[in-house]
């Protein structure tokens, strides 16, 4: 019987990222639904009801939420093709303690970066260089954070990276400039055919955040 | 087995986070040595073998560091793996299961606890208290449809979701008394009163559990210290 597969998503988040990334690494076949967030389905309230957010993976009618969770469920569940966590126990722990750091860190400080001026978001953008040169310190010389091949931290990472043009314009700072290994990680991945399909445009993303600013009123 | 030596733990008694992983070496019948942190000052040794979030608790294996509690339990679900019962369900959907409330424990019910004690004035301290009892219903829920009549979350033993909620239940004791509560009432959530009792009386918990009334003591020196509830 063939596998029905779900992702209910919505196209700037990076958390939905990851999972059309890791889907299409292991070459599964699915069906992409759009939810709009200001009038979420029904599905979607009734597969994720603990939460109401996207996204979620319903794979033959059955829900798994949270990004960091499907991914491993994708891991597990399709584990012949790309495997994207090492078979090594300590390597693996590694790889979810940064997938980790990242959900702790990342978000909360970028999205101050794009909503807050002056002290706010200097503050905010002095902290998320700090948390990029970290990720640099842990990258160091390998091409990618799994080593010679894309890796589950590398999947969990990459698709902030759709954001930065809108944190640079918004914050009026260059990442590059700060980071730049971090942004040579970037596009070593963009090379790579599912990351560039699975990635959107940066400036789809700045486009929508300034959508998004002037609809709750933040200038 | 592990070798004296082999595996050390940093930690804290009165932490929730380090009885995890106490846990889950408990239920493999792995040896260790515990390296108690003095509170309120932090050794060389966790600043070195956690420099980015120098926090406990730290699992040292032939002195490689594991950090944040749920990822060590797993390595050590996954280090040992014919050592006692498995922590992490085997099917795929199953473990998602497990890692999803896991998550919600730790970003959402967890927090709301200790919203109890930082609540100001009747009205905050009604709403913070609905929320977690809100949360318990859910866990209520869960529990019924996760263990399916048996005793665990995991089953016939202790698992991954028991450990990440059984965890905190020195904490709750210790809000039910200072609130003049009853959070794990048998009347709203019998799965999990009687869940909780038979989780605590369990071998691998007993010994590192601890007792209320010491952890209602530390919680009051912290209080009177930083003004406010232990950090998690």
């Given at each position: 019987?063939?596998?029905?597969?779900?992702?209910?998503?919505?196209?700037?988040?990076?958390?939905?990222?990851r999972?059309?990334l890791?889907?299409?690494?292991?070459?599964v076949?699915?069906?992409?639904?759009?939810?709009?967030?200001?009038?979420?389905?029904?599905?979607l309230?009734?597969?994720?009801?603990?939460?109401k957010?996207?996204p979620v993976?319903?794979?033959?009618?059955?829900?798994?939420?949270?990004?960091?969770?499907i991914?491993?469920y994708?891991?597990?569940?399709?584990?012949?093709?790309?495997p994207?966590?090492?078979s090594?126990?300590?390597?693996?722990?590694?790889?979810?303690?940064?997938?980790?750091?990242?959900?702790?860190?990342?978000?909360g400080?970028?999205?101050?970066?794009w909503?807050?001026?002056?002290?706010?978001?200097?503050?905010?953008?002095?902290?998320?260089?700090?948390?990029?040169?970290?990720?640099?310190?842990?990258?160091?010389?390998?091409?990618?954070?799994?080593?010679?091949?894309?890796?589950?931290?590398?999947?969990?990472?990459?698709?902030?990276?759709?954001?930065f043009?809108?944190y640079?314009?918004?914050?009026?700072?260059?990442?590059?400039?700060?980071?730049?290994?971090?942004?040579?990680?970037?596009?070593?991945?963009?090379?790579?055919?599912?990351?560039?399909?699975?990635?959107?445009?940066?400036?789809?993303?700045?486009?929508?955040?300034?959508?998004?600013?002037?609809?709750?009123?933040?200038? | 087995?592990?070798?004296g030596?082999?595996?050390?733990?940093?930690?804290?008694?009165?932490?929730?986070?380090?009885?995890?992983?106490?846990?889950?070496?408990?239920?493999?019948?792995?040896?260790?040595?515990?390296?108690?942190?003095?509170?309120?000052?932090?050794?060389e040794?966790?600043?070195?073998?956690?420099?980015?979030?120098?926090?406990i608790?730290?699992?040292?294996?032939?002195?490689?560091?594991?950090?944040?509690?749920?990822?060590?339990?797993?390595?050590?679900?996954?280090?040992?793996?014919?050592?006692?019962?498995?922590?992490?369900?085997?099917?795929?959907?199953?473990?998602?299961?497990?890692?999803?409330?896991?998550?919600?424990?730790?970003?959402?019910?967890?927090?709301s606890?200790?919203?109890?004690?930082?609540?100001?004035?009747?009205?905050?301290?009604?709403?913070?208290?609905?929320l977690?009892?809100?949360?318990?219903?859910?866990?209520?829920?869960?529990?019924g449809?996760?263990?399916?009549?048996?005793?665990?979350?995991?089953?016939?033993?202790?698992?991954?979701?028991?450990?990440?909620?059984?965890?905190?239940?020195?904490?709750?004791?210790?809000t039910?008394?200072?609130?003049?509560?009853?959070?794990?009432?048998?009347?709203?959530?019998?799965g999990?009163?009687?869940?909780?009792?038979?989780?605590?009386?369990?071998?691998?918990?007993?010994?590192?559990?601890?007792?209320?009334?010491?952890?209602?003591?530390?919680?009051?020196?912290?209080?009177?210290?930083?003004?406010?509830?232990?950090?998690q």
């Amino acid at each position: 019987m063939a596998d029905e597969v779900i992702l209910l998503d919505f196209w700037p988040s990076m958390f939905g990222m990851r999972c059309r990334l890791a889907l299409a690494e292991k070459g599964v076949k699915y069906e992409y639904k759009e939810e709009d967030l200001k009038n979420k389905s029904d599905l979607l309230l009734r597969m994720n009801p603990v939460h109401k957010k996207i996204p979620v993976l319903v794979h033959n009618g059955k829900p798994v939420c949270e990004s960091l969770i499907i991914l491993q469920y994708i891991e597990e569940t399709w584990p012949d093709r790309c495997p994207l966590l090492p078979s090594d126990p300590y390597q693996r722990a590694q790889a979810r303690f940064w997938a980790d750091y990242i959900d702790k860190k990342f978000y909360g400080l970028g999205r101050k970066v794009w909503t807050t001026k002056g002290e706010e978001q200097e503050v905010a953008k002095k902290e998320l260089i700090e948390i990029m040169k970290v990720l640099e310190g842990e990258l160091g010389d390998k091409p990618f954070f799994g080593g010679e091949k894309l890796g589950f931290v590398d999947v969990a990472i990459v698709p902030f990276s759709t954001w930065f043009y809108a944190y640079e314009m918004c914050g009026n700072f260059s990442i590059e400039a700060e980071c730049p290994k971090l942004i040579a990680w970037t596009k070593r991945c963009l090379e790579i055919e599912t990351v560039s399909k699975s990635l959107v445009d940066p400036h789809k993303v700045y486009d929508f955040i300034l959508q998004l600013k002037k609809a709750l009123g933040i200038e | 087995m592990a070798k004296g030596g082999e595996v050390k733990l940093i930690g804290g008694w009165p932490s929730p986070f380090v009885m995890r992983p106490r846990i889950a070496l408990n239920l493999k019948g792995l040896e260790y040595e515990f390296l108690e942190e003095k509170f309120g000052a932090k050794s060389e040794l966790l600043l070195r073998s956690n420099p980015v979030h120098k926090k406990i608790p730290v699992l040292l294996h032939a002195d490689r560091p594991v950090c944040e509690s749920l990822v060590i339990v797993q390595y050590i679900d996954e280090a040992w793996p014919s050592s006692g019962p498995s922590i992490l369900p085997s099917d795929p959907y199953d473990r998602a299961t497990a890692r999803f409330w896991a998550a919600y424990i730790d970003e959402k019910w967890f927090p709301s606890m200790s919203g109890i004690a930082r609540a100001q004035g009747e009205e905050a301290k009604k709403a913070a208290i609905d929320l977690v009892v809100e949360g318990l219903s859910l866990l209520e829920d869960a529990f019924g449809k996760i263990s399916k009549g048996k005793p665990f979350f995991g089953g016939d033993t202790i698992g991954f979701l028991d450990i990440a909620l059984g965890c905190f239940l020195g904490w709750v004791r210790v809000t039910e008394r200072t609130q003049g509560l009853k959070l794990l009432d048998q009347a709203k959530v019998p799965g999990l009163a009687k869940w909780a009792e038979r989780f605590c009386a369990d071998s691998a918990v007993k010994g590192v559990m601890p007792e209320t009334e010491k952890l209602a003591e530390f919680a009051k020196l912290i209080m009177a210290k930083f003004g406010a509830p232990p950090p998690q």
